[in-house]
């Protein structure tokens, strides 16, 4: 998803690599997830995925337009939970390497990407675009960036090595563990031993589906 270079090349190895947790127990019930015993609630989630669609609408030019940005990122509400989750779990990382992010530091990103983009709404478009960031969001996702670089700083963590990378999962790894990510079922679970989101069987989805075609039939 993210094919920026230098500051979007660490954030790219976040997007694309998979959560590494070391307890994948059951959120609490109205939650999304569970991350360190602070929930993500179902409407926080839905409400970040709402924001994205208004984003995706209001920059259409027309209803096709906008169905074609919405088929292209069908995954959202899923990438979204992956997205909450993971930022906590940087964010406890970086917090036992010591590392902090001040705002002139996000405000500073935000100044050198925005000249890259043609100015603050080509850079906002770009996030909205590539990465699924409503505009709103948009600094918080630029702190993230900051910090995921600034963790590997103070890691010596080179992200163009395997080396590097080892070292950098190895931090968000013992990060997850004290966490103790849970993710409702809904939308899929951790799996500690492939270090990725799988999906689960739902098979309540299928009874409650085929129930409601009989009575329909």
Same mark, same amino acid.
Not at 3 to 31: D, E, N, V, Y
Not at 106 to 115: G, K, N, T
Not at 143 to 148: D, F, L, W
């Given at each position: 998803?993210?094919?920026?270079?230098?500051?979007?090349?660490?954030?790219?190895?976040?997007?694309?690599?998979?959560?590494?947790?070391?307890?994948?127990?059951?959120?609490?019930?109205?939650?999304?997830?569970?991350?360190g015993g602070q929930r993500i609630t179902v409407s926080q989630l839905e409400s970040r995925v709402n924001e994205v669609r208004a984003a995706q609408?209001?920059?259409?030019? &027309?209803? +096709?337009?906008?169905?074609?940005? #919405?088929?292209?990122?069908? /995954?959202?509400?899923?990438?979204?939970?992956? %997205? !909450?989750?993971?930022?906590?779990?940087? &964010?406890? +990382?970086?917090?036992?390497?010591? #590392?902090?992010?001040?705002? /002139?530091?996000?405000?500073?990103?935000?100044? %050198? !990407?925005?000249?890259?983009?043609?100015?603050?709404?080509g850079l906002q478009s770009a996030w909205l675009q590539q990465y699924g960031v409503a505009p709103r969001r948009l600094d918080d996702s630029l702190?993230?960036?900051?910090?995921?670089q600034k963790l590997a700083a103070a890691l010596g963590a080179d992200m163009s090595t395997a080396e590097g990378k080892t070292v950098f999962w190895?931090?968000?790894?013992?990060?997850?563990?004290?966490?103790?990510?849970?993710?409702?079922?809904?939308?899929?679970?951790?799996?500690?031993?492939?270090?990725?989101?799988?999906?689960?069987?739902?098979?309540?989805?299928?009874?409650?589906?085929?129930?409601?075609?009989?009575?329909?039939?």
């Open positions: 998803m993210h094919r920026r270079r230098t500051a979007i090349a660490l954030t790219a190895a976040l997007a694309a690599a998979p959560l590494l947790s070391a307890c994948g127990g059951p959120a609490h019930a109205g939650s999304a997830a569970v991350v609408r209001a920059a259409a030019t &027309d209803d +096709a337009q906008y169905q074609q940005a #919405v088929a292209q990122t069908s /995954s959202l509400t899923r990438d979204t939970v992956h %997205s !909450l989750v993971l930022d906590r779990v940087l &964010d406890r +990382a970086a917090r036992n390497a010591g #590392v902090s992010v001040s705002r /002139s530091e996000v405000e500073q990103m935000r100044s %050198s !990407l925005e000249q890259q983009a043609g100015g603050a709404k702190r993230t960036e900051v910090e995921a190895k931090a968000m790894t013992e990060a997850s563990k004290e966490l103790h990510v849970g993710l409702n079922p809904r939308y899929g679970a951790w799996d500690v031993q492939k270090s990725s989101r799988v999906d689960v069987p739902t098979p309540w989805v299928k009874e409650v589906t085929a129930a409601a075609t009989q009575r329909t039939a």
